[in-house]
């Protein structure tokens, strides 16, 4: 992604993977950026998609020309939570307490302008950052009203002077499906019809033709009920 003098970039942009919301994951991707001084960039995950295409929650970001260059972030939130060389726990009430990662801060060993490949960990409220194997930074959050354990992926063109950010070499290894987890409750920003506006299913007669196309498949399901919150039972 580019932003020139041609073509400025007054909101900021993502490309925003389509295969679902995440929960626990790892995910490995190489990434450089270079341009004007002081630029800007990143990925969020596990994060919630606004109204006006923005993206909130967490984020792995980036900036030139500064001494810490990466920092897990909370994007219209908390902001910073972990700067390069920290690591944070953030207590039920919101109280976060910092402490050093040996070797990861001071001088930085990689440059944002050369490729280098990020290696992230999500695991409950646990998360951790690589950056050329080294962990960097490190989170537990574990405050019930900000913490989020399933959200979007998404990579960030930054707006501001022009730059060029690129991404590349991305793997993504699922170790806990969204569907798993208990969704975030909703801001009044974002709110969703209330339980009692959905309406329920009662008494009914469901029937699916089903011609299994592989019999050596071991599971599938023919028939699914899922409710607005990710809970759900079929017959496999």
């Known amino acids: 992604a580019k932003i020139t003098k041609e073509h400025p970039c007054k909101v900021n942009q993502y490309l925003v993977w389509q295969g679902g919301d995440l929960a626990d994951f790892e995910l490995k991707i190489t990434f450089r950026m270079g341009g004007s001084p002081g630029i800007n960039s990143g990925f969020q995950f596990r994060s919630r998609l606004l109204p006006d295409h923005d993206i909130a929650g967490y984020q792995m970001d980036n900036n030139l020309n500064t001494d810490w260059l990466c920092r897990l972030y909370e994007e219209h939130g908390r902001e910073t939570l972990a700067m390069r060389g920290t690591k944070a ?44 194997g080294l962990l960097v930074a490190e989170v537990i959050d574990d405050d019930p009203q900000r913490q989020a354990f399933a959200g979007v992926l998404g990579l960030q063109l930054h707006s501001g002077p022009p730059m060029t950010v690129q991404f590349k070499d991305i793997l993504l290894k699922v170790l806990k499906p969204a569907s798993a987890v208990p969704k975030r409750a909703s801001s009044s920003a974002e709110a969703k019809p209330s339980q009692a506006a959905i309406p329920r299913v009662n008494d009914k007669t469901l029937v699916a033709w089903v011609a299994p196309a592989d019999l050596a498949q071991r599971g599938g399901s023919a028939l699914t009920i899922q409710d607005a919150e990710a809970h759900f039972d079929g017959i496999v």
């Open 89 to 132: 726990v953030i207590a039920p009430d919101g109280k976060i307490t910092r402490s050093r990662i040996e070797g990861a801060d001071g001088p930085a060993n990689f440059k944002l302008e050369d490729w280098h490949e990020y290696d992230l960990l999500c695991v409950g409220s646990h998360l951790t950052l690589k950056v050329n």
